[in-house]
């Protein structure tokens, strides 16, 4: 005895979606920080706003680095260790400074595949050198529902 196949005839119009972009799922209401701003007052909005990090930014909005809760943690941890301190602690000291971007432009499962090989949790979203958004793990969750039943070709 074969095996059936118990997939009956679709109803309806299938809708293809050709481009999902970064750009349509990005976040652009977002934290930033900057690299003189002290590392409490990052702490304070991460935990406020129950966020992870964020980008640093210069005054003309170009991404300089990433803060997360791990770099605060480590500045914490330094922080005992040598009995500093913690109130001089600023940004610019604790952040990542070599950080992947993505473009607006780019197709929302190509920065998936990103987020798996890279294993990160966010890209900033960069264009003409500015910071225009975050990407996240999350937003790419959300898209996938929010797309539910159409035809993920590319």
């Not at 980008?55 to 943690?73: F, H, T």
């Not at 987020?115 to 264009?127: A, D, I, M, N, Y």
Request: charged share 25%; proline share 3%.
């Amino acid at each position: 005895m074969g095996i059936k196949s118990f997939q009956g005839k679709q109803l309806g119009e299938v809708i293809v979606s050709e481009n999902i972009t970064v750009g349509d799922f990005m976040t652009e209401n977002m934290y930033k920080f900057y690299e003189g701003q002290n590392v409490i007052e990052v702490m304070e909005t991460l935990l406020r706003h129950q966020i992870s990090g964020g980008p640093v930014v210069n005054e003309q909005n170009e991404l300089i680095g990433i803060i997360s809760e791990g770099d605060c943690i480590k500045q914490i941890s330094e922080s005992r260790y040598y009995n500093q301190p913690m109130e001089n602690m600023t940004v610019e000291n604790y952040m990542i400074t070599e950080v992947e971007t993505v473009s607006p432009d780019m197709h929302l499962f190509d920065v998936a595949n990103k987020f798996l090989s890279l294993k990160k949790r966010r890209f900033p979203v960069c264009e003409h050198g500015k910071l225009i958004g975050l990407i996240s793990q999350k937003d790419v969750l959300k898209a996938a529902l929010e797309l539910h039943g159409y035809n993920w070709r590319s």
